[in-house]
């Protein structure tokens, strides 16, 4: 009878085992389209029998496993990582370039060739009142090109500040979430495939944002390190962090009346701007610090436009107040055509602009030399638009073909950011495919399908290294 | 004829990009026997471009730069798998067999049990 009954009891504790299992099982179905979420298994354990000591056998359940790689997760989070840089930085990128034309049709190119034209005719009859109104003219909207541009960069500048303060504070709130979650696992949410499923899909979140290390800790809970050092969520600790646009002490602003570049703050004071290298943040602070200081300046750059906009009013202010508007006696010397702010070589774009004390009748044309030319600073300031003189260009280069090196550079990044972006849209869905092929694959099948693919790769790049060289040789060809 | 090889080429090309969207073995195949069908298509669009009286139009050329660019974004794609792969195989073996007399992880058994079996 007793026989019976241990029987019965096996295998009634065997039924509960395998309906737990069951419910396992059944939860992997329901979220079998769950983005996120991995596959769980429960491990079954035989029980000891030993009919003599009353041991009855049977199975227990042993703790739950889940398929979850994390290598395979640590890899779609560096393609996110890469993928938001890329993104923001195309997107903001394609926001300035329109200012910078190539073409030479509008903009700055067609304003300084308007110009250089109307002293090319002033040239020719300097003392026509209409060409010399001309140059006036064409010498305010040169002004007013310069200033079209700074608008536009300032206005970049303004749109990245508020894209950081936005992105800072969605870090932020998934840094509260993780923070949230941790708790959660603490107290007993160890085996909770949804809680484990929340935190990876916030960690995926968050590494499109910015570049983050992920440390898996015994209790269940996950720290998380900004660029692998600055931490954001320890345990049940959570370090805000958050931008700033104040000027340091450290190093001293070389340019004073220039903004002040974008810095990311940890909770406790630290400067971790250089930590951020990947993610949307990343992409906003290269754009920010990088991109629109080295065109419109910022406290430590002066800006390849507001370098261009002094050269090219300096020069021409130069060779104006160095001739004559009449000879006199006693001689008139010639007015400046453009003033600026001269607190900073940082804002001259944007304060740029034509001199109110100039107007047609005290542009001077005469070169008092020796020797003496009637038109002679007009003709110099004609030469300016094919310089031959050092003093004439920017680094050897004419002012117009500063600018369009200036938008060539702006149009290169902007479509080699573009080119990144489209990669890693690419390898982002391929890295999703290799999680998912890995996961829930035995070891031995996933050594196996290493090496085969290892193999059929060797064969795939040695076929596409032909291909590329083939290609070189028709391109040869044409060339 | 030459642009009709190029057409083929390009587009054996953009179905090796999709297989390799989802990197495996088998795709890896399928995707070889497409890669030598597009080496045969350049090899004789290389031959046809050698003759004297060849003189290629800018929408030739065009193509041809395309290619490359497809090109160099496939090579990348399988690139980035087979780093994903390496690192894996790298990890298990520093994992499960430490390190060799050189600090490189030291191959795991598994792998080596692969090898034998594969």
Excluded at chain 1, 42 to 63: K, N, R, Y
Aim: include cysteine; glycine fraction near 8%.
């Amino acid at each position: 009878m007793s026989n019976l009954l241990t029987s019965l009891i096996s295998t009634a504790q065997a039924l509960g085992v395998f309906e737990r299992a069951l419910v396992v099982s059944q939860n992997n179905v329901a979220n079998v389209s769950t983005p996120g979420y991995a596959a769980q298994r429960m491990i079954l354990h035989a029980a000891e029998f030993d009919p003599s000591t009353g041991l009855i056998g049977g199975v227990q359940a042993g703790e739950i496993e889940t398929a979850r790689n994390l290598y395979a997760e640590q890899n779609v989070r560096r393609q996110r990582e890469s993928l938001g840089y890329y993104t923001e930085l195309a997107h903001s990128l394609a926001a300035v370039e329109s200012y910078f034309d190539v073409t030479g049709r509008q903009g700055i190119p067609a304003a300084l060739s308007n110009l250089f034209q109307a002293f090319s005719a002033w040239s020719l009859e300097p003392g026509s009142l209409p060409a010399r109104e001309q140059v006036i003219q064409r010498a305010g909207e040169l002004a007013d090109a310069f200033h079209q541009v700074a608008e536009g960069m300032a206005r970049a500048a303004a749109d990245a500040d508020r894209q950081l303060r936005q992105t800072v504070g969605k870090i932020n709130e998934i840094g509260q979430q993780l923070y949230e979650y941790n708790v959660a696992r603490r107290s007993g949410g160890m085996d909770d495939a949804g809680l484990d499923t929340r935190i990876h899909a916030a960690l995926e979140e968050l590494s499109e944002l910015v570049n983050i290390s992920v440390l898996h800790q015994p209790d269940g809970s996950v720290t998380v390190l900004i660029g692998g050092q600055s931490p954001l969520v320890i345990g049940a600790s959570l370090y805000r962090i958050s931008v700033q646009f104040d000027l340091p002490a450290d190093p001293p602003p070389v340019y004073a009346a220039a903004p002040a570049p974008a810095r990311i703050v940890a909770s406790e004071g630290r400067d971790i701007t250089s930590l951020v290298t990947q993610g949307s943040l990343g992409g906003l602070l290269e754009m920010r610090n990088q991109v629109l200081a080295s065109l419109a300046g910022d406290a430590y750059h002066a800006g390849d436009l507001n370098l261009l906009a002094k050269a090219v009013a300096d020069r021409i202010n130069e060779l104006l107040t160095g001739g004559w508007v009449s000879e006199g006696p006693p001689p008139v010397s010639g007015v400046p055509l453009f003033t600026y702010n001269s607190a900073g070589d940082a804002v001259v774009a944007q304060t740029l602009a034509l001199n109110p004390a100039a107007n047609a009748q005290n542009l001077a044309a005469i070169s008092p030399g020796p020797p003496y030319v009637g038109n002679g600073v007009a003709l110099q300031l004609a030469e300016l638009a094919e310089p031959r003189r050092q003093q004439d260009m920017i680094g050897g280069y004419s002012y117009a073909a500063f600018f369009g090196r200036l938008a060539g550079s702006v149009g290169s990044r902007l479509a080699e950011a573009e080119a990144n972006r489209a990669f890693r849209a690419d390898t982002t869905a391929q890295a999703r495919e290799l999680r998912q092929q890995l996961s829930g694959v035995s070891l031995d099948q996933e050594a196996i399908l290493i090496l085969q693919f290892q193999r059929a790769y060797q064969a795939n790049a040695k076929m596409l290294s032909l291909l590329g060289e083939l290609t070189e040789a028709v391109l040869g060809m044409i060339r | 004829m030459l642009t009709g090889h190029l057409v083929e080429a390009l587009q054996l090309l953009q179905q090796v990009q999709a297989l390799a969207a989802i990197p495996n073995p088998a795709r890896l195949e399928t995707s070889q026997a497409l890669l030598e069908e597009a080496l045969r298509h350049m090899q004789l669009l290389h031959l046809e471009a050698s003759k004297s009286e060849f003189h290629p139009t800018p929408a030739f050329t065009a193509a041809v730069r395309t290619l490359r660019r497809q090109l160099q974004h496939t090579q990348r794609l399988l690139e980035q798998a087979s780093l994903f792969f390496e690192g894996w195989a790298r990890l298990k073996a520093s994992l499960t067999c430490g390190y060799d007399a050189h600090g490189n992880p030291a191959p795991a058994e598994e792998i080596r049990r692969g090898l034998a079996e594969a």
